[in-house]
């Protein structure tokens, strides 16, 4: 079996992405080991799955951004972290922190960008009339929401449709395009 990359990956709240990557990283052919979560909220729903996979995690507060991305740095250091993946991770992460792993952070985002970036994707996309919405994965940098795109899924936006029924809808295809785009970057694997 080819060695699986390291990653962590990087949550705020629900966590049901996290679930759908740890499900993924445990097939036998995936490219990436999860072994350490981390989280700027304590209260995180997510951090149950942590406890339910036995994966390590990690609770940084954000009072002071530096401080804790020097923190952060360190744990990833300290665990050999190839690759992180943002999944509803509230906060913006620096200059300088993206910098030290170039390429190698990757977010999810539930619009098709450049369309929507931000928060109330669904909500936005419903009052323009959009006929489609949809989600992005694509790398992370300095700007929010705007790395360059990996992949992309559209999502029909159907007339009875509202925030909370596209919000579902997309999100079903969040947990399968995430696993597929890392896939995709680790296509030479
Ligand atoms: C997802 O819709 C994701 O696209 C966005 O935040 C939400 C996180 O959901 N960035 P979950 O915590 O993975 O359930």
């Avoid at 072994?35 to 609770?59: E, F, H, Q, S, W």
């Avoid at 919405?133 to 029909?156: A, E, W």
Wanted: charged content about 30%.
């Amino acid at each position: 079996m080819k060695k699986k990359f390291n990653t962590s990956i990087f949550i705020s709240g629900r966590g049901s992405n996290l679930k759908s990557l740890i499900q993924f990283s445990l097939l036998k052919n995936s490219p990436i080991k999860i072994n350490v979560i981390i989280t700027d909220n304590i209260k995180a729903k997510g951090l149950t799955y942590a406890d339910k996979y036995k994966i390590k995690k990690k609770i940084i507060k954000f009072n002071d951004k530096r401080v804790a991305e020097n923190k952060i740095l360190k744990i990833l250091t300290h665990n050999n972290v190839k690759l992180i993946c943002l999944a509803g991770f509230m906060k913006v992460l620096s200059k300088n922190f993206i910098k030290k792993f170039k390429g190698k952070i990757l977010n999810i985002h539930p619009s098709l960008l450049p369309k929507y970036k931000g928060l109330d994707t669904h909500e936005r996309a419903i009052n323009n009339k959009e006929k489609f919405s949809g989600c992005t994965v694509h790398f992370v940098n300095h700007k929010l929401d705007s790395g360059k795109i990996i992949l992309q899924k559209k999502v029909k936006i159907l007339k009875n449709d509202n925030p909370v029924s596209l919000s579902q809808k997309i999100l079903k295809q969040e947990h399968k395009l995430y696993p597929k785009a890392i896939k995709k970057i680790f296509i030479n694997f």
